[in-house]
């Protein structure tokens, strides 16, 4: 059936708790069935008769139905097609954006298996045009997401990370397993990329 196998690209979507792995063969195969039925469409109108002013010409109220008919169908399914497969690289762009904020410039490995080669390059240019928005903006767009309940949080560290300075300007030496009360604001993005987990008191 025309545009099967877009409209399951859209399932796999669908279905996956992220994102599923990018599907290249499927997206492969419905730009052949797409180029198909453009060949099939373009076929069938320079088959129809002609008169001298270049007019189709139909000998019966019927044919001229039929050709109608069909080069709606190559049509209709055509653009079924392109929207159910623009749908797909959207939605999946949309939900690599959301992931970006939720856990800075480090996709997890685990996840970046699932993306396409244009996806991950998608995702390196969105880190550096938000960071160079930041930049020229003066503003930390990545703090602060939610209204914090309290200014100092209790955190777990999950890896070993040595000293770094927060954005506070506090010295804060990471070392696994090891609870660190601090402010909310210096480890949001240490939180989103999992070096530390929240423990809520």
């Known amino acids: ?26 997206v492969k195969n419905v730009i052949k069935e797409v180029d198909q039925l453009f060949d099939d469409m373009t076929r069938l109108i320079q088959e129809q008769p002609t008169n001298e002013d270049g007019q189709m010409t139909f000998r019966t109220v019927e044919d001229r139905q039929a050709f109608l008919v069909g ?4 049509n209709t399914c055509i653009e079924r097609n392109k929207q159910c497969t623009l749908a797909y690289v959207h ?31 998608f995702f390196r240019e969105y880190d550096t045009a938000v960071g160079e928005y930041m930049k020229a903006a003066d503003l930390e767009l990545t703090s602060h997401q939610q209204p914090p309940k309290d200014l100092m949080i209790e955190v777990l560290v999950k890896e070993d990370k ?17 609870l660190l009360h601090v402010k909310q604001s210096d480890v949001e993005h240490l939180i989103r990329q999992g070096i530390l987990e929240h423990r809520a008191v």
């Open 71 to 74: 080069v709606t169908v190559y």
């Open 162 to 178: 040595g000293t770094i300075v927060a954005e506070s300007g506090a010295a804060l030496t990471l070392k696994k397993d090891q």
């Open 91 to 121: 939605r999946r762009l949309e939900r690599i954006k959301q992931l970006w904020w939720q856990v800075g410039s480090a996709m997890p490995d685990e996840l970046r298996k699932l993306c396409g080669p244009v996806e991950l390059e």
């Open 1 to 26: 059936m025309y545009a099967s196998d877009a409209e399951e690209l859209l399932r796999e979507l669908g279905r996956a708790s992220w994102l599923p792995p990018y599907n290249e063969e499927q």
